[in-house]
């Protein structure tokens, strides 16, 4: 299986990828600078360098010829201001949506945030609510897309643990802190779940084991 993910140098990506090719998948992560590709390698990866700022749809879908997946794990980051919310985490998100439609890859998994609302209101951190309002606008995006099988993955506060490979996933699973790792781990039962196309799902530190959260999650909990 041939999963791209934009964003393949962000900390979720890059334990994303390994997990993917330790498994015996074929990950690759577009990166912005070609300095980053090495990380990717050593991860397993195929590095394609693009910058999803300022590629066209076209560009973008060559990309992904023999595709199976994609995974939007591309964000503007910490310390970043406004615009770059909006042309990271929201226009690229639909970039990777319309250059998917090209390609015809129809699996698509979004990696958004818990709060994520095209009409989120905090006007004490303006970055902030413009970040939550560009994840939520390109969540509804990707929504909207009916030639696509998506899921929209809403983590709660990410923490840098270890994983324990124990978390709580559903529509609403109230608020909470997840290790990143236990977020690349949902991310790749979730690639090989396709029951769970169609959904948006909150994950935050539970008490099921991934395998169990996914396969309930699908409608395969007995």
Known sequence: MRTVIAGGHGQIALKLERLLADRGDRPAGIIRRPEQARDLVDAGAEPLVL?????????????LADTDAVVFAAGAGPGSGAARKNTVDRDAAVLLADAAELAGVRRYLMVSSMGADAAAHHPADEVFQTYLRAKGAADDAVRSRTALDWTVLRPGSLTDGPGTGLVRLAPSVGRGTVDRADVAAVLAALLHEPGTA?????LVAGNATVAEAVAAAAGHDG
């Open 51 to 63: 910058d999803l700022e300022s590629a066209t749809a076209p560009q973008l879908a060559a990309l």
């Open 198 to 202: 169609g959904q948006t799902l909150e």
